[in-house]
């Protein structure tokens, strides 16, 4: 299976390297300049991965990411110049899954794609740790007794396993937790039951400023 990717990128000389880098690694790259015919093309065709430039010329990268929040399952990873905290804190509060300074290495860009595909596989290579089974969890192949809300908030993680999700994004997520505070509360829960320490978290760990991340 060949992965499609698609690029919004103006830069020419940029959109050019990386397409045939990435080409070379075997991926289908299709580029795009502007924002309209990039989300026209992603209402109507499958693509496995996005490569997202903010600085576009009709319109933001975060305009894209907006349009695509909660509409369509595909992992996002911007390519910015940008490296200003508040920037790339914003993109991952969007539904980013990764964030890379410009200029990136080519090698690491490829590194990142292929994490990024094996974030979206929720149960593959999992078996021992977790395994979303319908509504059902388990951790290390038993059953965790879990709230609905703790259920809700376990089975987005990992669909979005090694990458931070934000806490703005599980809260809207999740119309039952009615503030930041509570969701805390529901997290100190699930760290209790997957016996992971709260002062050192192996599996669910808190990206200080952002929100939650779980790693396996």
Same mark, same amino acid.
């Given at each position: 299976?060949?992965?499609?990717?698609?690029?919004?990128?103006?830069?020419?000389?940029?959109?050019?390297w990386?397409?045939?880098f990435?080409?070379?690694?075997?991926?289908?790259?299709?580029?795009?300049?502007l924002?309209?015919? =990039?989300?026209?093309?992603?209402? $109507?065709? %499958?693509? &496995? /991965?996005?490569?997202?430039?903010? +600085?576009?010329?009709?319109?933001? #990268?975060?305009?894209?990411?907006?349009?695509?929040?909660?509409?369509?399952?595909?992992?996002?990873?911007?390519?910015?110049?940008?490296?200003?905290?508040?920037?790339?804190v914003?993109?991952?509060?969007l539904?980013?899954?990764?964030?890379?300074?410009?200029?990136y290495?080519?090698?690491?860009?490829? =590194?990142?794609?292929?994490?990024? $595909?094996? %974030?979206? &596989? /929720?149960?593959?290579?999992?078996k +021992?740790i977790?395994?979303?089974? #319908?509504?059902?969890?388990?951790?290390?192949?038993?059953?965790?007794?879990?709230?609905?809300?703790?259920?809700?908030?376990l089975?987005?993680?990992?669909?979005?396993?090694?990458?931070?999700?934000?806490?703005?994004?599980?809260?809207?997520?999740?119309?039952?937790?009615s503030?930041?505070?509570?969701?805390?509360?529901?997290?100190k829960?699930?760290?209790k039951?997957?016996?992971?320490?709260?002062?050192?978290?192996?599996?669910?760990?808190?990206?200080?400023?952002i929100?939650?991340?779980?790693?396996f």
């Open positions: 299976m060949k992965y499609k990717i698609m690029l919004i990128e103006d830069d020419d000389s940029t959109a050019h990386t397409q045939k990435l080409h070379g690694c075997g991926f289908d790259v299709e580029c795009f300049t924002v309209t015919d =990039a989300i026209s093309n992603l209402k $109507f065709k %499958k693509y &496995d /991965l996005l490569l997202l430039d903010l +600085n576009l010329p009709d319109s933001s #990268g975060f305009e894209v990411l907006k349009a695509i929040r909660n509409r369509i399952a595909i992992p996002v990873i911007v390519l910015s110049a940008n490296s200003d905290k508040k920037i790339i914003q993109a991952f509060k539904g980013a899954n990764d964030y890379m300074v410009k200029p290495d080519l090698e690491e860009l490829e =590194a990142r794609i292929w994490a990024a $595909f094996g %974030k979206n &596989d /929720l149960i593959a290579n999992s +021992n977790f395994e979303l089974q #319908g509504d059902t969890i388990s951790f290390n192949e038993k059953n965790l007794t879990l709230t609905q809300i703790e259920f809700d908030i089975k987005i993680l990992i669909t979005n396993k090694n990458s931070t999700v934000s806490r703005a994004n599980l809260c809207e997520s999740l119309s039952s937790i503030s930041q505070r509570s969701l805390d509360h529901h997290i829960n699930i760290r039951k997957i016996d992971d320490n709260a002062s050192n978290p192996k599996y669910l760990k808190t990206e200080y400023g929100g939650y991340i779980l790693t």
